[in-house]
């Protein structure tokens, strides 16, 4: 079961590349706090999503890497450079991006299927196409026949799985990622994983995520970055060459370990274990 | 490093766990309170029956239990009763109803504008720290010895307490919810709706919890200051007849009353308010 763009896609400049479906342009974040030193958060951050394309950012806490999807997300604004997603400057949230969390964050008096929903209500997209796409969502990550229920009753993993359907309600260019798997357990964290690849293979978003754990990353992505501590750089962009459709037992080979190394040697470098 | 049987695991067939049987509500082990709230009455009652008796405590001090029975029936069956029984409910009601309102849309105009909730803050303060029930005489002389006043004391009265959970609860939306709704585009006016208010409806409903005892509070003492008819005239009556077991039989009708409608506001609490059960709110 293929799910698709519905047809509903925003207006794209033509100018837009499937190449460049992401741009980030010499990105710099400075906090100016009150009374004291400004704090360089990110600086000069170059980068460029293909559409379709699985992006990691690992790095150590503190590097920047939220800041740097919530600046996408259109959360946070930048101090310099430029930001594109499908062509669109990003400066306020834009409806192309659907986001999952660190924690679930559903809404307790909302349904699963009412919460998987909120997406497609701000933005008053059509209620019957979007409630049939709910429901062939819910049915991708298997949740079918919990639509009724309320979060409280759902388990931490399963309220996960929510999030990612409600991320992806609205058919969103991009699919921003912040750790979204960080509070479950390790058992559940790995089995997300696998289910993340199919559902990404089957939706073919745009995935950008931010996650704490190298092999987490190198598991999932096309490409890993690897931010420096702050102020956060690109220490480097790691092609990640694993045949697909990709299996946990991948992880187990000699050439995801070669990656898992060559991304950990740069924290050590930097005398940073995460 | 993961390993390849993990995969097996799947958390999809780790369903929640199912409902605990209705029959478990009342098993009295479970819940001990179920047979030993009816106790402490039942002991309370007797020891107050024949505690009097033996200590021979004179019925125009303390009436017993079976004496206010007898009064509280010979009042049920009297038409006038009623008659104050009903002015007294319509006063306390529309009081209430005049009090959350305004309480309702005042709250939530101030927390919605930042220069608004910091010039009228410290009035509301100062006004919460006023005896309203000092104002009662007031209110009388300005609104006169009828229906008017009363409900003015009334709706004073429930005003403050409910004012106070509007704000806060409007205020204590959780900060991630927001961001969420935020992500995906909502305007302010969808975040208020979509999230604010439901966050606020536990608040509010203590609110109500509160302002509807103080509404009945607030006409009885209306009605002490001055009446012809209610349950507050009819206590000062029922005290200058020296007809104490009477005026404990209209107290009595007052807690009910007071009692029926907490238990009809935590009835809506549970059905509007369901995901909250146990959220801690702030009182008046």
Same mark, same amino acid.
């Given at each position: ?274 | ?124 303060? +100062? ?11 007031? $209110?009388?002389?300005?609104?006169? $010895? ?13 005003? $403050? ?57 607030? +006409? ?65």
């Amino acid at each position: 079961m293929a799910i698709k763009a519905m047809g509903r896609r925003m207006q794209q400049p033509a100018a837009v590349s499937e190449d460049s479906w992401i741009e980030v342009v010499g990105l710099d974040k400075r906090y100016q706090p009150r009374r004291s030193a400004p704090t360089q958060a990110l600086r000069d951050i170059n980068l460029t999503v293909r559409r379709g394309e699985f992006v990691s950012v690992v790095g150590p806490s503190g590097c920047g890497k939220t800041t740097l999807l919530k600046i996408l997300a259109g959360l946070s604004p930048k101090t310099d450079g430029a930001v594109r997603i499908a062509g669109r400057e990003v400066s306020k949230p834009l409806p192309e991006v659907g986001m999952v969390f660190q924690a679930p964050t559903l809404l307790p008096w909302r349904t699963i299927f009412d919460n998987i929903m909120v997406p497609a209500e701000i933005q008053k997209l059509d209620r019957d196409k979007h409630r049939e796409r709910a429901q062939q969502l819910l049915e991708l990550v298997g949740l079918t026949g919990f639509e009724r229920k309320y979060p409280h009753e759902l388990s931490g993993g399963m309220q996960q799985r929510a999030g990612i359907c409600r991320a992806l309600v609205h058919d969103p260019a991009v699919l921003l990622m912040d750790e979204p798997f960080g509070a479950l357990d390790a058992m559940t964290r790995e089995y997300m994983n696998v289910e993340l690849l199919r559902i990404w293979r089957e939706s073919g978003q745009t995935v950008v995520l931010v996650t704490h754990s190298i092999p987490e990353a190198v598991f999932l992505s096309d490409r890993v970055v690897v931010l420096s501590p702050r102020p956060g750089r690109i220490a480097e962009i790691v092609p990640i060459e694993l045949d697909r459709p990709r299996e946990l037992s991948v992880m187990s080979s000699d050439r995801a370990g070669v990656y898992v190394d060559r991304i950990r040697n740069h924290f050590n470098a930097a005398g940073v274990i995460d | 490093m993961p390993t390849t049987e993990v995969a097996d695991q799947t958390p999809h067939t780790r369903a929640p766990a199912p409902q605990q049987p209705t029959r478990r509500r009342f098993d009295l082990r479970e819940r001990p309170q179920l047979w030993l709230v009816p106790a402490v009455f039942v002991v309370v009652v007797l020891a107050w029956e024949y505690g009097t008796q033996l200590l021979a405590v004179d019925e125009y001090v303390l009436p017993r239990p079976s004496q206010i029975v007898e009064a509280l029936q010979r009042q049920l069956t009297d038409e006038q009763f009623w008659g104050h029984l009903w002015v007294t409910t319509q006063e306390a009601l529309l009081g209430f109803v005049i009090g959350v309102g305004a309480a309702v849309l005042l709250g939530t105009f101030i927390s919605q504008i930042k220069v608004v909730e910091a010039t009228l803050m410290p009035y509301i303060v +100062a006004f919460q720290t006023v005896p309203k029930v000092a104002l009662a005489p007031l $209110f009388v002389l300005w609104f006169g $010895f009828g229906l008017t006043s009363k409900v003015v004391m009334a709706a004073v009265i429930s005003f $403050f307490p409910m004012l106070v959970n509007v704000i806060e609860g409007l205020r204590a939306a959780d900060a991630d919810r927001i961001q969420m709704l935020t992500v995906f585009g909502a305007s302010k006016t969808q975040i208020f709706r979509m999230v604010r208010l439901p966050s606020a409806l536990p608040f509010i409903f203590a609110g109500l919890d509160i302002g509807i005892v103080f509404a009945i509070l607030g +006409a009885v003492v209306g009605e002490f200051i001055g009446a012809k008819e209610g349950l507050g005239y009819l206590l000062l009556q029922t005290n200058y007849n020296f007809d104490i077991a009477g005026m404990f039989a209209v107290l009595v009708v007052l807690s009910v009353m007071g009692l029926l409608a907490h238990f009809v506001i935590r009835l809506l609490q549970r059905r509007l308010a369901f995901w909250a059960e146990d959220t801690k709110v702030i009182g008046a």
